[in-house]
């Protein structure tokens, strides 16, 4: 085996005994976070809402890296205990604000204070000098591991159709040889259109993405994704995971069950990412002559397909 190989090896067992250690020293393999009533990611859900009132689910699943299904269930489970309050956004009322309840503010606090008594504990048998130490080498420890920055990717859904929409589909339709191809009157018109709706994805202040929801009249409870598009220059940057997030998140909170789409062998990379997300094969649903291929999604709870 070569050196360089045997070095890695001995940081990579290292890093790994360093985790086995810090994890049982927190706490943190226990059924319930500090024995109380939440797990660990409920407890750090209600954290991030006590610190952030107002932020979104999509929020929430980009700052914690959690499946958007799981972030979810999770809100289901703390709304049904009255700990935390969904309300309507102002701006967009299909978009959910969270805050605690009076009952959440309470538990919240009761968190803080056990956690605030563990770390206190922890630290009473550390003299000052290494005290010092420690807080230094944690900084130093995040500031390595920290994620380079990304470039910004902005998603926005639209409230009326532009020129940046209607480019992007244009792009599409020639990319993948769309023959039955959207005016901007039916484009306005799925924008207008219950549980339906078009998003872009901005890079800066350029436009580099598009995906379409559209509601399905022939099956209940049902959406049709559509027209997902990510410019060439622009891929690498998980921007097609983030249209199709939003759109999950949108169609969920509509109501939705399920999101259906078609699409043809030839797109191995499109149908690779749909696969990857959950879409499984279904019959044909509708009279597309260039479809060759027919997935869905369940995304009432996580579950993929039946």
Known sequence: MAVGNREEEKHIAAVREFNRFYTARLGLLRKRHLDGDFSLTEARILYEIGASPGLTASFLRNTLGLNAGYV????????????????????????????????????????????????????????????????????????????????????????????????????????????????????????????SGVWLAYLGEKAVGCVVLKKLSSIPLTGECKRLYVQPEARGLRIADKLLDAQEDFARSEGLSWIYLDSYDDLKAALALYRRRGYVPCERYNDNPQATVFLRKNIESGVIGR
């Open 72 to 195: 979810s269930r999770s809100l289901a489970l703390l709304s049904k205990r009255k700990l935390v309050r969904q309300t309507s956004s102002r701006q967009d009322g299909r978009e959910k604000l969270l805050s605690l309840s009076p009952s959440g503010e309470t538990a919240v606090a009761r968190l803080n204070e056990q956690s605030a008594l563990q770390i206190k504990g922890l630290l009473a048998t550390v003299n000052a000098t290494d005290r010092d130490a420690l807080l230094d080498s944690l900084s130093r420890i995040r500031s390595i591991l920290s994620e380079p920055e990304e470039r910004p990717v902005r998603i926005v859904r639209l409230s009326k159709s532009s020129e940046d929409a209607i480019r992007l589909l244009e792009e599409y339709y020639e990319a993948v040889n769309v023959v039955q191809r959207d005016t901007p009157a039916a484009v306005q018109k799925i924008i207008d259109a219950p549980s």
